[in-house]
């Protein structure tokens, strides 16, 4: 059972470069995330979705895009990368509903140079 | 004033110390709440949701006051596999979690 997988684990961008973040899940859960974590400091949710074509802004949404085209999927796009976004991303996924366990990928360590 | 705001730490206890953790929320709509446990900057994994009456796993107790938005949790006997980074979430009616910036706790010998 995989559970949340995400790609690359590692990343270095230059300034302007866009990449996308994959995330996929096999647990066929309707809620998924994206979050950043700054050195010192807890998860701040950037992007998430609530079921298949449906997603909204977290606290964070600058610089970032979203899709989310399966209920599987989920990737992050940054448009035009910024030294700023030098950061430590995790997806997540939840059954749904308010009471559950979040599930998350291993992360993705992102600079930007 | 953040949503979810933790007490900073960092908390260096000896083995076999009892340890709190505080957490407050802002939202009053805020209806569940958790700790996650994360190391050395893997990802989070829960350890226990809080209910409004209080529960206990093990050695961990955690409570929930409602009316002052507040949510603790206990440690008992800490032993060194406890140092950890502990995250406080809140989630909404509208299923996103929105996390404290978690205390991190160091257990010595």
């Known amino acids: 059972n995989a559970g949340v997988t995400q790609t690359p684990k590692f990343q270095v961008l230059k300034t302007g470069q866009s990449m996308t973040l994959q995330c996929a899940q096999d647990?066929?859960?309707?809620?998924m995330s994206w979050y950043r974590q700054d050195p010192g400091m807890g998860l701040r949710l950037i992007h998430y979705s609530v079921g298949a074509g449906i997603t909204d802004q977290g606290e964070v949404p600058n610089g970032y895009n979203v899709s989310r085209s399966t209920t599987e999927d989920f990737p992050l796009r940054l448009l035009s990368a910024a030294p700023s976004q030098t950061s430590v991303y995790f997806c997540?996924?939840?059954?749904?509903?308010?009471?559950?366990?979040?599930?998350f990928g291993q992360g993705t360590r992102l600079t930007v140079v | 004033r953040k949503e979810v705001e933790q007490d900073p730490g960092p908390f260096n206890v000896p083995e076999g110390a009892t340890v709190a953790f505080n957490c407050t929320y802002s939202?009053?709509?805020?209806?569940?709440f958790f700790w996650y446990r994360q190391d050395c900057r893997k990802e989070p994994k829960l350890l226990m949701s809080?209910?409004?009456s209080g529960n206990e796993d093990g050695r961990f107790t955690a409570q929930l006051n409602r009316a002052s938005q507040y949510i603790s949790l206990l440690i008992r006997d800490s032993k060194l596999s406890d140092s950890a980074t502990y995250l406080c979430?809140?989630?909404?009616?509208?299923?996103?979690?929105?996390f404290g910036d978690g205390t991190t706790l160091t257990v010595k010998p």
């Open positions: 979430v809140v989630n909404t009616n509208a299923g996103k979690s929105t």
């Open positions: 647990m066929n859960h309707e809620y």
């Open positions: 809080v209910y409004s």
């Open positions: 939202n009053s709509a805020s209806q569940s």
């Open positions: 997540a996924s939840l059954p749904g509903g308010r009471d559950t366990e979040a599930f």
